[in-house]
T-cell receptor, first 110, second 112 residues
Framework: GENVEQHPSTLSVQEGDSAVIKCTYS??????FPWYKQELGKRPQLIID?????GEKKDQRIAVTLNKTAKHFSLHITETQPEDSAVYFC?????????FGTGTSLTVIP | EADIYQTPRYLVIGTGKKITLECSQT?????MYWYQQDPGMELHLIHY???????EKGDLSSESTVSRIRTEHFPLTLESARPSHTSQYLC???????????FGQGTRLTVV
């Protein structure tokens, strides 16, 4: 099956700075790469996703980039705010089958 | 409101007890999943289902079993709970043609 690695496991940034979380995957058949945000005590929720036919996707302050050749993809959050503090999971897969990374705990310091 | 529901939210039980964690969704989704989430965050897929009478094991070896008799219902059963089963269990669902997974609130299980 797919093996997804995620780094860093913890990340602290000052409010207003940017945050970058990186993931690599192993299976070249993967064509769908979602990112989930899990706030403390809450359920994971999809925040952005990208498909393999697209290299970059942006939604307001968040963006995701994908490099299929190198098998890595990244989440970029600009102008971070305290409410961005959460655990972020990347995932990779195809169809309805996808595998999660190990998570990144992001803390935005006011 | 369409959603995915898990009960109970919290459960403390003794070793050796049989328990069933409930998961129901009113979203009309065919595919459902069970994930085990470690205290340190990581999500592990333990079971999934494509529809009624379909059940598959995930990547994480689990002593639990699941059933899918109705589309909206996907319960997970532990025949004999052990302290190693202490964890949070998250149920999720998605449409067969779609990709986004919707998660329930989770059941936090403690086996003493």
């Amino acid at each position: 099956g797919e093996n997804v690695e995620q780094h860093p496991s913890t990340l602290s940034v000052q409010e207003g700075d940017s945050a970058v979380i990186k993931c690599t995957y192993s299976d070249s058949a993967s064509n769908y790469f979602p990112w989930y945000k899990q706030e403390l005590g809450k359920r994971p929720q999809l925040i952005i996703d990208i498909r393999s036919n697209v290299g970059e996707k942006k939604d307001q302050r968040i963006a995701v980039t994908l490099n299929k050749t190198a098998k890595h993809f990244s989440l970029h959050i600009t102008e971070t705010q305290p409410e961005d503090s959460a655990v972020y999971f990347c995932a990779a897969g195809w169809g309805n089958q996808f595998y999660f990374g190990t998570g990144t705990s992001l803390t935005v310091i006011p | 409101e369409a959603d995915i529901y898990q009960t109970p939210r919290y459960l403390v039980i003794g070793t050796g007890k049989k328990i069933t964690l409930e998961c129901s969704q009113t979203m009309g989704h065919d595919k459902m999943y069970w994930y085990q989430q470690d205290p340190g965050m990581e999500l592990h897929l333990i079971h999934y289902s494509y529809g009624v009478n379909s059940t598959e094991k995930g990547d994480l070896s689990s002593e639990s079993t699941v059933s899918r008799i109705r589309t909206e219902h996907f319960p997970l059963t532990l025949e004999s709970a052990r302290p190693s089963h202490t964890s949070q269990y998250l149920c999720a669902s998605s449409s067969l043609g779609g990709t986004e997974a919707f998660f329930g609130q989770g059941t936090r299980l403690t086996v003493v």
